[in-house]
């Protein structure tokens, strides 16, 4: 993967500015291409690390395996690979968790931002947070929910304002139908 290019990513947007009508010169637009160099740097982090490293896993002999452990609507904010443009809302997350292991609660939300700084679609979003949280704590099994509006839909295209999608990530022991039902209910009494 190449490394952020500030100055390549500063001319495209005087670049975009011009090719849009507008004078990137003027008073408004003169600091615009560092801004969003600066902004898009901070909202495409995730691109230049090869893996998520801020995850913390315990050894409990007091967790009590297969309890449901939910971490419910962590905020989020993402770039859709399609236009580019944000889509944010909520992400639930939940484990059970297997053999006493377990991993520090905050570390989760952190995982969440991890996903979301890079382009990416709602559907692989929500796989790719389970599956990481799969790989980092063997649970016997993990679920993800994510709420989230699209800006591709609201102010392009269709145009429907305030519409929300859901897409959802099953793994292990959250197949039986049971178990899904009790952290719906869960994210659901938040």
């Not at 800006?151 to 145009?159: A, H, L, Q, V």
């Amino acid at each position: 993967m190449k490394p952020f290019d500030r100055t390549l990513l500063e001319t495209s947007v005087r670049n975009i500015l011009i090719a849009i009508g507008d004078n990137p010169d003027r008073e408004g637009l003169k600091e615009t291409p560092a801004r969003v160099a600066s902004a898009y740097e901070e909202m495409f982090s995730s691109l230049h690390q090869k893996a998520f490293t801020e995850s913390k896993v315990f050894n409990s002999s007091l967790a009590n395996d297969g309890e449901l452990v939910v971490v419910a609507d962590i905020p989020f904010y993402s770039m859709c690979e399609h236009h580019l443009l944000p889509f944010f809302g909520s992400v639930s997350v939940g484990y059970m968790p297997k053999n006493g292991r377990i991993i520090g609660l905050s570390k989760i939300p952190r995982l969440v931002d991890y996903v979301a700084k890079k382009p990416n679609v709602q559907e692989n979003l929500t796989s790719q947070i389970g599956l990481e949280l799969q790989k980092l704590v063997d649970p016997q099994g993990v679920a993800v929910v994510v709420k989230a509006r699209h800006m591709c839909t609201e102010m392009r295209g269709i145009k429907k304002a305030n519409s929300h999608t859901l897409t959802s990530f099953f793994s292990g022991a959250f197949k039986n139908k049971d178990n899904r039902m009790e952290f719906l209910q869960e994210i659901k009494n938040q």
